[in-house]
């Protein structure tokens, strides 16, 4: 029961992380095309900072080998980085794809999570696996049409779903006893 004494302990970040995504997660279900927009935006400058950082990486680590393929992955990430940023419009209709890949996936990890370690309030957490499974499925029927908005629409239902979870795990470990052998 140590995990869940840690939480408890860092139940109120745990809180204020979950009103943060609720938050973040309802602005960018009203500006979805927006938020799609912003997050192809943003994600082509991780790309492309990250290459430049593993380009440099590798120049100035080559003495221990394999410096074509890390120069490789560096220019790979650079050009995909500005790809996205050249066309922001077909990197949200590819990342769309991805994203229904993703949503599929973590729902099924977060429905089997939920039912393996049952934490306080885990239907949450099992909600929000359902939730992430039928949002992947919806963006697998809908690709490649609705790409532009529905990206920024589902990320922000999962910020969303997810920031209840943790808000309803936090205010259930408020009322736990410290020591679970005491209940």
Known sequence: MQGIHELRENRGWLLAGGCISIIAGMVAIAYSVVATLVSVVFLAALMIFSGVVEGAYALRHRERGHLVLYLLEAVLAIVIGVLLLR???????????????????????????????????????????IINIGLGIVVWSGWPVSGLWLLGTLLGVNLLFSGWARVMLAMALRSQPLHPLTA
């Open 87 to 129: 066309s922001p419009i077909a990197g949200a209709i590819v990342l769309t794809m991805l994203m229904a890949t993703y949503f599929l996936i973590s729902g099924v990890f977060r429905v089997v999570g939920a039912l393996a370690l049952r934490l306080p309030n885990w239907g949450w957490l099992l909600a929000s696996g």
